[in-house]
């Protein structure tokens, strides 16, 4: 049998030492997988945004067409979109656009009914 030749590595002395490095390396490591997580959040949720806004516009161009002004100048479609802004809410001219709003949408889902003229 052979005897060993003392060529081996010494464990080093300060265990507590070399021991808080390693708490300090997996400490480290789990404050950057913590951080790549809150990134990878941050990101969904800011794709979830922009696809819900995206959808929020394609709705309002929708309603746009639904109106029959789809080649109205975009001037005219802002000066008229400020001037409702403008209209207080729960006012009698609030409830009478609403109640006209309200019209169109159940006409468009009754086939029966007639439909809005396109303004040129």
């Avoid at 997580?37 to 945004?49: C, E, S």
Wanted: zero cysteines.
């Amino acid at each position: 049998m052979r005897k060993s030749s003392g060529s081996s590595k010494r464990s080093p002395r300060d265990f507590a030492k070399r021991r808080r490095k390693g708490l300090v390396a997996y400490l480290l490591k789990h404050a950057h997988q913590q951080l790549v997580a809150l990134d990878r959040r941050r990101k969904f949720h800011m794709t979830a945004d922009r696809k819900k806004e995206a959808r929020d516009k394609f709705l309002l161009g929708g309603i746009v067409v639904k109106a029959g002004l789809s080649k109205a100048d975009r001037a005219f479609l802002l000066g008229g979109l400020i001037e409702l802004a403008r209209v207080i809410t729960g006012s009698e001219e609030h409830w009478r656009l609403r109640d006209i709003g309200k019209e169109v949408f159940r006409a468009s889902l009754d086939p029966s009914s007639p439909r809005v003229e396109e303004n040129a």
